[in-house]
Nanobody, 118 residues
Framework: QVQLEESGGGLVQAGGSLRLSCAAS????????MAWFRQAPGKERDFVAR????????NYADSVKGRFTISRDNAKNTVYLQMNSLKPEDTAVYYC???????????WGQGTQVTVSS
């Protein structure tokens, strides 16, 4: 079992920045990838960014490349998402997720709301 708790969401004006944190606990030895997804009102959940827990391999959705940065602190079991140059279309609930099995993110946090005003 892996438990995930997000923090750092809030209200920010367009062009501003926020940093999300995801504190993970439990069987971290089984985790090989962590990621952020988001879900805007009335839309499906979309991939934002992911990072390999051991190798640090990183990938981003095209919509956030150059603006968002994912990072990890293995000693603290924490993943971060630094979000800069925020746009109203970034408004969503952001979820931290973990993968311990192939082809499926099988652990999800409760989510944290990010609202970007124009």
């Amino acid at each position: 079992q892996v438990q995930l708790e997000e923090s750092g969401g809030g209200l920010v004006q367009a062009g501003g920045s926020l940093r999300l944190s995801c504190a993970a606990s439990g069987r971290m030895s089984s985790v090989y990838r962590m990621a952020w997804f988001r879900q805007a009102p009335g839309k499906e959940r979309d991939f934002v960014a992911r990072i390999g827990w051991s190798d640090g391999d990183i990938n981003y959705a095209d919509s956030v490349k150059g603006r968002f940065t994912i990072s990890r602190d293995n000693a603290k079991n924490t993943v971060y998402l630094q979000m800069n140059s925020l746009k109203p279309e970034d408004t969503a609930v952001y979820y931290c997720v973990a993968r311990t099995i192939p082809n499926q993110y099988n652990y999800w946090g409760q989510g944290t709301q990010v609202t970007v005003s124009s």
